[in-house]
């Protein structure tokens, strides 16, 4: 049993979700033929007949090749029927949804669909299944929209696929996921401006060891053309193909990833190489890098050989796969091109562990300490930053930006309860000298003062 509240938070609600009964077919029936007569085409009667039966003959589907099981569940607001969802457990050790439905009386109610939509996923999980998925209209936004927000992935779209001029997207989410983005917080990795003479041998290293064996013609003559490239930076002219290099950094200073971007004519950028040691560097670079170029031009795109964690990365932080190349770098591998569009809803994104971004949503953290990096020293009042973890993201508002010499200096003038809830003063400060050792901390330190955003982003 749940307990919410409407709306104005006026009347709370008694809610439930249990397994649905022979009783309610018409239920199901009604509102899966209204939910999805404007995004699907075909007999939706007879499909809800076809799965209710299923879940009724103890989940056993007898015409469906790769279900182990299926279950239908249904959700109630007072003792009253309110939504439903039906799971199919497939064999691959994967679960769909198919579909996830909440009546239109009762969608003012806040938190049905996620209660909903929670229970589905801990059934999967329960069942041993590695990742959950479905399939939604595009033009559905405010279904769209919730499964973005829960943290769902895009796998891919497909035009006219079961309606004409209807778009469907595929879905999904890993249960297994390494969480790459709180990964890279936790290695405290930073994105910075490459430096030949900081940064060059192990820069080198890491593409020869990468790159090379993905992409023929990668030798130590293409990384003295990067470097070169590099030092063309100041033109700004596209036919001299100059470079902008950006490299991640671990907290000792290992350079774990590395970006070469270069604006072409017409303005997209294309990054080549961008490979990581590890998919948590891989999405800092990923994260850091459209903002940092954005007046450099107006989208970007690589082409690479992702592994499976990479393609996570790019899906979940919203990159689109335009071709796949078969043997156009290498006979032996399929380069794939992906890109971003930096026109559309451009944020500044920040990484944040999921704890306290969590803060940041509750409105208990206010203040987000950083080291002075150029990218940091960028940021002024009112300014959007949009924040990210391995599951959630929150867009906020700076109200102020604050510099000083040094943490303790901060520590001094600033209240140390909204940076991290919880913490004690000593415990604040020894986090942020653990994060910022001194060759950090002389950048400076900047204190950015925030306020939520309430209007989510999908």
Request: glycine content about 6%; charged content about 25%.
């Amino acid at each position: 049993m749940i307990m919410t509240s409407d709306e104005n938070g006026t009347r709370q609600h008694e809610v439930t979700i249990r397994e649905a009964r022979a009783d309610d077919f018409s239920f199901v029936s009604g509102l899966m033929s209204a939910a999805l007569k404007d995004w699907y085409d075909g007999d939706h009667e007879a499909h809800a007949k076809r799965i209710f039966d299923a879940h009724m003959a103890g989940g056993k589907d007898l015409v469906g090749h790769f279900s182990a099981e299926q279950h239908m569940f249904i959700l109630e607001v007072d003792e009253e029927r309110a939504g439903m969802v039906h799971l199919v457990v497939k064999k691959q050790g994967t679960a769909k949804m198919s579909p996830l439905i909440v009546s239109p009386d009762f969608q003012k109610i806040p938190g049905l669909g996620s209660a909903l939509l929670s229970h589905a996923e801990q059934f999967a999980r329960e069942r041993g299944s590695r990742q959950i998925y479905g399939t939604v209209a595009k033009q559905n936004s405010r279904a769209f929209g919730f499964f973005r927000r829960m943290g769902y992935s895009v796998a891919g779209e497909s035009e006219s696929h079961y309606k004409s001029d209807i778009t469907e997207v595929m879905i999904y989410k890993r249960f297994d996921d390494p969480a790459p983005l709180d990964e890279q917080d936790r290695a405290g990795i930073s994105v910075i401006e490459f430096s030949e003479d900081q940064h060059g041998a192990q820069v080198r290293a890491l593409i020869l060891a990468i790159l090379a064996p993905q992409f023929n013609g990668v030798d130590d003559s293409w990384v003295d053309a990067l470097y070169r490239g590099y030092d063309r930076r100041h033109t700004r002219e596209p036919n001299a193909k100059y470079k902008l290099v950006f490299v991640a950094v671990a907290r000792d200073g290992t350079v774990v990833g590395v970006a070469g971007c270069t604006p072409k004519k017409g303005e997209p950028i294309k990054l080549m190489p961008c490979v990581a040691s590890s998919p948590a560097a891989f999405a800092a670079l990923l994260i850091d890098i459209p903002y940092l170029l954005l007046k450099y031009g107006r989208k970007l795109y690589l082409h690479c050989v992702p592994t499976v964690a990479e393609i996570m990365v790019l899906q979940r932080l919203g990159w689109v796969l335009n071709a796949m190349m078969p043997a156009a770098y290498h006979p032996n591998f399929s380069t794939q091109q992906w890109s971003n569009n930096l026109e559309i809803d451009m944020k500044r994104n920040m990484r944040v562990k999921g704890r306290l971004l969590a803060q940041i949503k509750s409105g208990k953290k206010t203040l987000e300490v950083r080291a002075g990096y150029s990218s940091i020293r960028q940021i002024a009042a009112e300014d959007v930053i949009h924040f990210m973890s391995a599951s959630d993201t929150c867009d906020v508002n700076v109200k102020a930006v604050r510099s000083y010499a040094s943490i303790d200096a901060m520590m001094g003038a600033e209240d140390h309860r909204h940076m991290a809830d919880g913490m004690t003063f000593d415990q604040v400060s020894k986090l942020l000298h653990d994060i910022y050792p001194p060759d950090k901390e002389r950048l400076g330190i900047y204190v950015i003062e925030i306020e939520r955003i309430r209007s989510a982003r999908p």
